[in-house]
T-cell receptor, first 114, second 114 residues
Framework: AQKITQTQPGMFVQEKEAVTLDCTYD???????LFWYKQPSSGEMIFLIY??????QNATEGRYSLNFQKARKSANLVISASQLGDSAMYFC???????????FGTGTRLKVLA | DGGITQSPKYLFRKEGQNVTLSCEQN?????MYWYRQDPGQGLRLIYY???????QKGDIAEGYSVSREKKESFPLTVTSAQKNPTAFYLC?????????????FGSGTRLTVV
C-alpha cells in the first residue's frame, strides 16, 4: 500500500539556521511525484516544492530544497536560513501515478526561535 | 484572480443535521478533491472527481456525499450518518496530467458539531 511517513511530530530551529524535515514513502509504482506543503495557523495549504520520481537532480525553490534519495525512498525537505515566518505545519505528499490522488503524511510542526 | 473558494469558513452543526460545504474554482481544473484534516492525522481523502458527473470514493467516504454537476463546483454534504464530523475540511483542484503542478487548495471550512 502507498504510504507517507513523517516521524518528527515537532521540530525547533534557531532563526537563520538550516533545518531538515524527514519524509519516507512506500510505493510499488515506478512513476510518482513527491510534494511538500506548508500549512500556517490560518489553515491554508501552500505548495512549496515538487520532485518527480525520474528527476535525477534534487529540486530547489529558493530557500527550499528536496533531498531525494530514491533507493532509500526518502524525500526530506531542507529549509535554509530559517525565518520566523517559516513556523508552520509541513506536510509531505505523494501523488499516485494512475489515479492522481495525493497521499499525505501526518505532518511536522516547525517552530522557528528568535 | 483564479483560485478556489470554500464557504463558509466556520460551520456549526447540530446532531442529526446534514450540512453542505461549498467549493468553487475558476481555474478550469478538471479534477477536484475533498480532504478531511484531524489533529495529528494529516489529510485524508473523502471523495474526488476527475470529470463532470463522475466521482469516486476516497479512503473515508462513509457518511459523506458529493455531486459534480458543473466543472467549477464540487459541494460536500456531511450527513447525519457521519459519526464524528468535527474537523477541518479542505477542497483542492488540479490538472491531473500536469507534472510538477501540485494541488491548489481552498482556505478550508472548520466544521463543529454542537
Amino acid at each position: 500500500a502507498q504510504k507517507i511517513t513523517q516521524t518528527q511530530p515537532g521540530m525547533f530551529v534557531q532563526e537563520k539556521e538550516a533545518v531538515t524535515l524527514d519524509c519516507t514513502y512506500d510505493t510499488s509504482d515506478q512513476s510518482y511525484g513527491l510534494f511538500w506543503y506548508k500549512q500556517p495557523s490560518s489553515g491554508e495549504m501552500i505548495f512549496l516544492i515538487y520532485q518527480g520520481s525520474y528527476d535525477e537532480q534534487n529540486a530547489t525553490e529558493g530557500r527550499y530544497s528536496l533531498n531525494f534519495q530514491k533507493a532509500r525512498k526518502s524525500a526530506n525537505l531542507v529549509i535554509s536560513a530559517s525565518q520566523l515566518g517559516d513556523s508552520a505545519m509541513y506536510f509531505c505528499a505523494m501523488r499516485e501515478a494512475r489515479t492522481y490522488k495525493y497521499i499525505f503524511g501526518t505532518g511536522t510542526r516547525l517552530k522557528v526561535l528568535a | 484572480d483564479g483560485g478556489i473558494t470554500q464557504s463558509p469558513k466556520y460551520l456549526f452543526r447540530k446532531e442529526g443535521q446534514n450540512v453542505t460545504l461549498s467549493c468553487e474554482q475558476n481555474l478550469n481544473h478538471d479534477a477536484m478533491y475533498w480532504y478531511r484534516q484531524d489533529p495529528g492525522q494529516g489529510l485524508r481523502l473523502i471523495y474526488y472527481s476527475q470529470i463532470v458527473n463522475d466521482f469516486q470514493k476516497g479512503d473515508i467516504a462513509e457518511g459523506y456525499s458529493v455531486s459534480r454537476e458543473k466543472k467549477e463546483s464540487f459541494p460536500l454534504t456531511v450527513t447525519s450518518a457521519q459519526k464524528n464530523p468535527t474537523a477541518f475540511y479542505l477542497c483542492a483542484s488540479s490538472i491531473p496530467e500536469q507534472g510538477d503542478y501540485g494541488y491548489t487548495f481552498g482556505s478550508g471550512t472548520r466544521l463543529t458539531v454542537v
